[in-house]
């Protein structure tokens, strides 16, 4: 179990990851998504507008993916990704320069998901903790499956990643 202190008290008391996130006093899912929007930036140069309620937007306003922030347990966040599947596949024909297989916008999604996980890393480690991520798994899916915030009105490919926070660490100079 992580520490947290309490703002400006010198104690300590036992952390989950809901504690480290209002911890930052950050909406996590829009970190997050504005850390997606972040990667995908870096490796394609596409641009996406992260709205107030994370979701990440094309060009001319289509909504393109959804992230959400799940708590699994006392350390464990994961990040979810729902995409639709042309932003998907817009996505991936950036990255690889040209048309690009089902594989290749399974491994866009997965490396841009990565990324994505490594920066919310970053930005918790900044925080003093350390964090291990569980590879990406991409799956399809029914817009039926669909939580209702994610239906985009198409199948849908969702990703999921999990960050481990596993102990208190010196803070970083």
């Given amino acids: 179990m992580i ?3 309490a703002e400006g008290t010198g104690e300590t008391a036992p952390s989950t990851p809901e504690r480290v ?3 930052r006093a950050i909406n996590p899912v829009v970190n997050a998504s504005k850390a997606f929007a972040e990667a995908a930036r870096s490796l394609t ?9 994370g979701t990440l937007l094309e060009a001319g306003g289509q909504r393109a993916f959804g992230l959400d922030v799940f708590i699994r347990d006392d350390t464990t966040v994961a ?9 998907s596949q ?33 930005r918790l480690y ?3 903790h350390v964090v291990k991520i569980s590879l990406p798994k991409i799956r399809a ?3 039926e499956e669909a939580a209702p915030e994610h239906d985009f009105g ?3 490919l969702r990703g999921e990643i999990d960050l481990a926070l596993t102990q208190k660490s010196p803070r970083p100079k």
């Fill in 3 to 5: 520490a947290v202190e």
């Fill in 21 to 23: 996130i209002a911890a």
């Fill in 45 to 53: 140069g596409v641009e996406y507008e992260v709205t107030e309620d």
């Fill in 79 to 87: 990040l979810e990704l729902h995409a639709h599947s042309e932003s």
């Fill in 90 to 122: 817009r996505l991936a024909v950036e990255m690889f320069c040209g048309d690009a297989s089902p594989e290749e916008v399974v491994d866009a999604l997965g490396e841009v998901l990565n990324i994505t996980a490594g920066l919310v890393k970053r």
């Fill in 126 to 128: 900044e925080d003093g």
């Fill in 141 to 143: 899916i029914h817009a």
């Fill in 154 to 156: 198409a199948d849908l």
